[in-house]
């Protein structure tokens, strides 16, 4: 048909819905980094400006804030290390150094540091990880700091006379290690933020920690192939839960207590293919 002219237009559609939530989360960060580093060093200048008024003549004077600013630079460099810790677990850059681990023991270790604390904070601390489970494959250290970030934020948020409570057990053949506290529970809106980079789920607690704790846990957790959530209820306290994988899946049965009461960790060191290893016995 002579004089019909045909026009095409192409059309692209792209979705920057992901663009758009990393843009707000890579605010978000900046803004509670800035936070986080205002608070010390605010309080650090004002303590040398109140030394270099004079009170540095006043040795008990001058002597408690030295002391002051020797805590909020240890303040920030704990938030730096964390920072640093949190960026190379992201990036997969961190190597666990696995091992072969016996549950009661590998808990056992992480209540023994956390002794102290407990007692001071007026809590009751209990632990229920029955022995002859089967071994866990993991990075020992890491783990631990997992349930030390986890028995913290537990501690910060139950008033004293509550308790705490580390229980484990098998599940789907996976390790189910669980932080239970009594403390003032979370709402449900809060939740699925809470393993966020610096999210604090009410201004109460925007003064206490820097908010990593439960990202770093989330990252070591995911990087040894197991999961981790939290159920809870606003004033019923709050249960921590995360997995660890067994060494040979569920083909392996539970142990005879006897022989895992002597809470024998077989640990294999340095790289996880040397032939060579060691025995270590650690008091729970």
Do not use: C, W
Not at 11 to 18: A, I, N, P, Q
Not at 84 to 106: H, T
Not at 235 to 242: D, E, L, M, N
């Amino acid at each position: 048909m002579i004089g019909i002219r045909e026009e095409l237009g192409l059309v692209v559609l792209r979705d920057v819905t992901d663009l758009r939530r990393l843009e707000v989360v890579r605010r978000e960060f900046v803004a509670n980094v800035s936070h986080e580093l205002r608070t010390p060093l605010a309080s650090i200048k004002a303590l040398v400006e109140t030394l270099e008024a004079g009170a540095i003549d006043d040795p008990s004077v001058s002597l408690d804030f030295l002391g002051r600013i020797v805590g909020e630079v240890d303040r920030l460099a704990a938030l730096v290390d964390e920072l640093l810790d949190l960026a190379r677990l992201e990036s997969g850059r961190v190597n666990l150094r696995l091992q072969d681990l016996e549950p009661e023991a590998l808990v056992g270790r992480a209540v023994q540091r956390l002794r102290p604390q407990i007692d001071r904070a007026g809590l009751h601390l209990t632990m229920d990880v029955p022995p002859g489970l089967p071994l866990v494959r993991a990075d020992q250290a890491r783990v631990e700091q997992v349930l030390l970030n986890l028995v913290h934020n537990a501690i910060k948020f139950t008033p004293a006379g509550g308790s705490v409570r580390i229980n484990g057990g098998l599940d789907e053949g996976m390790l189910r290690i669980q932080v239970q506290d009594t403390g003032t529970g979370i709402s449900k809106a809060e939740q699925p933020r809470l393993f966020e980079r610096f999210y604090k789920a009410d201004k109460a607690r925007r003064s206490d920690g820097s908010g990593l704790g439960l990202a770093i846990a989330k990252h070591i957790v995911q990087a040894h192939g197991g999961t981790i959530t939290v159920e809870s209820e606003l004033h019923q306290g709050a249960t921590f839960s995360f997995t660890l994988p067994l060494v040979g899946g569920e083909q392996f049965q539970t142990r005879d207590p006897r022989e895992a009461r002597s809470s024998r960790v077989h640990a294999r060191l340095g790289n996880p293919s040397d032939s060579s290893s060691v025995n270590a016995t650690f008091p729970v």
